[in-house]
């Protein structure tokens, strides 16, 4: 009676074990991170300070600085300026231009505290002559083992090295974009709303943007990985639209499973062609995040839904039960023959 009772025991746990298993497997929640995102080809800083000269080249492949404070040290004391931009630069050609609404700046910053930076885009195609020793330097081809700040690149270059603060920021060469809060100890963040990038980046016309990065208040010194040497990257352009929204309409519907259905297993993908994940094929990964963000939004069931496309990703209902039978069959005679085993041993044949 014991042996009995324990047979059903073992066998109904096993049986609501498999059940969530199966359930959890097809209802699992998937979250999406930001899905695309451009690294950025080019990063460095440049200096007008007393520090060191508008003509030095501030490229390390370790780490870009952005500062603007003051330096008093020695007895009898100096001061120092210390001033210093950040320049990032970014191929767009491979985004969707119907991401630009969701663009955001992400990044590492291993020096600082509180505070802010205030962002600018150098004009698309600007050619900065203004004392430019070599006319070739343009928004498009800086690079960052030759850049300084005597170049000219979106600055005055007439601001001398000791002007406090004065960081030379030229309005003629560059747009005033926004800002990004910094938290001590945080990643640095931006958001739309404090620093929108949809309009700069669609009045693009050669694929390519700069962003300067200034200090103009906390009068601090800001330190970012570089990318040439973390696999964090210095800075990341990154777009984060509404999971599951293929069509990048804000609503997650019905609709935005066609291009997933159509696209499945299909390699080379875009965001808007269903590859969700951004892991660049379109997969049942994706399937779920688009599943989860459309019921969670209340728009309506899967009930009626094509979705033969996705036949052989995951376990059929009736082969997932016939092996879950077959492995407690498997248990029960295993458990019976140690029962019967045990038996033998408490009453041996004389």
């Known amino acids: ?157 007439s601001v001398a090295t000791t002007a406090l603060g004065d960081l030379g920021i030229d309005p003629d060469e560059t747009t005033e974009l926004g800002t990004i809060t910094l938290v001590n100890g945080e990643p640095l963040q931006s958001n739309p709303t404090d620093l929108p990038l949809a309009a700069f980046l669609s009045a693009d016309t050669n694929d390519v943007v700069t962003f300067m990065l200034a200090d103009l208040v906390s009068g601090t010194e800001w330190r970012m990985t570089a990318h040439e040497a973390s696999t964090e990257n210095s800075l990341r352009l990154a777009f984060s639209p509404t999971p599951g929204d293929t069509d990048l309409d804000g609503v997650v519907e019905l609709e935005d499973l066609d291009p997933i259905r159509t696209n499945y297993r299909h390699q080379g993908v875009a965001y808007t062609g269903g590859d969700l994940s951004g892991d660049g094929t379109v997969t049942f990964r994706d399937f779920r995040i688009w599943k989860t963000a459309y019921l969670n939004s209340g728009a309506g069931s899967l009930d009626g839904v094509d979705l033969g496309f996705l036949s052989g990703s995951v376990p059929e209902p009736a082969s997932f039960w016939l092996a879950a039978i077959a492995s407690l069959g498997l248990l029960a005679r295993r458990r019976s023959r140690r029962g019967k085993l045990g038996a033998v041993r408490r009453h041996p044949v004389k």
């Open 1 to 157: 009676m014991n042996l009995a009772r324990q047979k059903i025991g073992v066998i109904s746990a096993f049986s609501a074990l498999l059940a969530f298993a199966f359930v959890s497997h097809l209802v699992q929640p998937e979250r999406a991170q930001a899905q695309v995102f451009v690294t950025a080809t080019d990063d460095a800083s440049t200096s007008n300070d007393t520090s060191r000269g508008p003509g030095v080249t501030n490229d390390r492949n370790d780490f870009v600085e952005i500062r603007n404070y003051q330096d008093v040290s020695g007895d009898p004391p100096v001061t120092t300026t210390r001033k210093k931009i950040g320049f990032f630069k970014y191929d767009i050609s491979g985004i969707n231009s119907q991401l630009f609404q969701f663009a955001t700046l992400t990044g590492v910053f291993t020096r600082g505290g509180d505070g802010t930076y205030t962002v600018y885009g150098l004009n698309d195609g600007e050619m900065n002559l203004d004392n430019v020793p070599d006319g070739s330097v343009t928004e498009a081809n800086w690079s960052e083992s030759t850049l300084t700040y005597s170049q000219g690149l979106g600055v005055d270059t």
